[in-house]
């Protein structure tokens, strides 16, 4: 596609409940980055792809954080058990490569609310 | 612990008027970048400096990197209500992984 694809673009959940977020690259790109971004804040880098595999997983907040990676292409982020801290706005990025100075293309994001 | 601090965190301004943001950290990076994020948006690059020194110019935009690598300015001259957004510094160093400063969240009144 043109742009970074993510979905749904807004998620409210019960606390308890399993969500799972959708992210379409760039169509080409190798490399596709998760963040998360508490209101107005700046972002917390989760987990990146290079093709389907995941070489860095430190940035996962909890177990309940996983994600994956299929086809080199789309990606899902998949929090289980929510709680009211997983609250806020998740971005996917993709590019090029993870060569030093490859330019990141976000997209909008999906804001989840636990209540 | 946040790697970038940046400052101000709020900035609100009359239209015409000049700024500066700054983007501190006590570590070194490869390259840093500013980017500009507006509601319901992901981030858009604006510039990418590299070079300890290097100044970068994008029409009102001036960007800085220090001579150290530590650190940069973003500098908006003649600032305008289409300023107006989140302002992201972001350090870089192995590969492309990126670490995000807390953000500078600019209005510009006209």
């Known amino acids: 596609g043109a742009g970074v694809s993510q979905s749904p673009s807004n998620k409210v959940t019960e606390k308890g409940k399993d969500v799972e977020l959708r992210c379409d690259p760039i169509?080409?790109?190798?490399?596709l980055y998760w963040y998360r971004q508490s209101l107005g804040q700046g972002l917390e880098f989760l987990i990146y792809?290079?093709?389907?595999?995941?070489?860095?997983k430190s940035g996962l907040p909890s177990d309940r954080f996983s994600a994956e990676r299929t086809g080199g292409s789309v990606s899902t982020l998949t929090i289980q058990r929510t709680q009211q801290e997983d609250s806020a706005v998740y971005l996917c990025?993709?590019?090029?490569?993870?060569?030093?100075?490859?330019?990141?293309?976000f997209g909008s994001g999906t804001q989840l609310s636990v209540l | 612990t946040q790697l970038l601090e940046q400052s101000p965190q709020f900035l609100s301004i009359q239209e015409g008027e000049n700024l500066t943001v700054y983007c501190n950290s006590s570590?070194?990076?490869?390259?840093l970048q500013w980017y500009r994020q507006e509601p319901g948006e992901g981030p858009v690059l604006l510039v990418t400096?590299?070079?300890?020194?290097e100044v970068k110019k994008l029409k009102r935009l001036t960007f800085q990197f220090g001579d150290a690598r530590k650190d940069s300015s973003l500098h908006i001259t003649a600032a305008q209500p289409g300023d107006t957004g989140l302002y992201l510094c972001?350090?870089?160093?192995?590969?492309?992984?990126?670490?995000f400063g807390g953000g500078t969240r600019l209005m510009v009144k006209p």
């Open positions: 169509s080409g790109h190798t490399a």
């Open positions: 972001a350090g870089q160093r192995a590969g492309n992984m990126l670490t």
């Open positions: 990025a993709s590019s090029g490569s993870v060569a030093t100075n490859e330019k990141l293309f």
């Open positions: 792809f290079q093709g389907n595999s995941a070489p860095d």
């Open positions: 400096v590299v070079t300890g020194g």
């Open positions: 570590s070194v990076f490869s390259s």
